[in-house]
């Protein structure tokens, strides 16, 4: 896969497979791949997620974890890399809720960096959690995440290319744009 600018989202729920088949398909763009994680280890069990992630993933490919601006990193790689999966949008949006970014500005940096990877030399596996189909939250800062990760995951996927849900380790493409 060597698509210029391509987009593919990839989403679902809890332990669904996205991170797995982001992998997978992110073999088909080249040996030069880039993990972006955006997930902090905050704790033990967080600290486990990630070491089961990073097994799932051939260990030449480049990680880099927990930036501050990934719209930057995404820039940044140009010409060095040929695909990249950002892992995931969810986590990026959380840590922006936590650290008291508002409303407005958290929907102009998930644009800014939709727009950054619209812009990439290479493809961007983006994964993200569908977050709207469980139990509404019981707290105000819950809702308001889940509102907002609902409102990240609707500007990615009107900008994707491919979009993919994956339901118990079921990959189901809802989007496809023929390249060209």
Not at 128 to 145: A, H
Not at 163 to 179: D, F, M, N, Q, W
Request: charged share 25%; proline share 6%; with cysteine.
């Amino acid at each position: 896969m060597n698509r210029q600018g391509w987009l593919i989202l990839v989403t679902g729920g809890s332990r669904s497979g996205k991170s797995r088949f982001a992998v997978e398909l992110a073999k088909g763009c080249g040996p030069r791949i880039v993990y972006l994680a955006t997930c902090q280890a905050a704790d033990q069990e967080m600290r486990q997620r990630i070491a089961r992630h990073r097994r799932q993933r051939p260990a030449r490919w480049r990680t880099i974890e927990h930036p501050a601006d990934p719209a930057q990193v995404v820039a940044r790689l140009n010409g060095t890399s040929d695909g990249l999966i950002l892992d995931c949008l969810t986590m990026y949006v959380a840590q922006l809720v936590v650290a008291g970014a508002s409303d407005a500005a958290i929907e102009r940096q998930v644009r800014r960096l939709c727009a950054a990877i619209r812009r990439a030399p290479y493809p961007v596996i983006l994964v993200t959690n569908e977050v709207g189909s469980g139990v509404v939250p019981e707290f105000p800062m819950g809702r308001r995440f889940r509102d907002l990760a609902g409102l990240a995951n609707q500007t990615a996927a009107a900008l994707a290319d491919e979009v993919y849900l994956l339901v118990a380790g079921i990959p189901t493409r809802l989007k496809e744009r023929s390249p060209g």
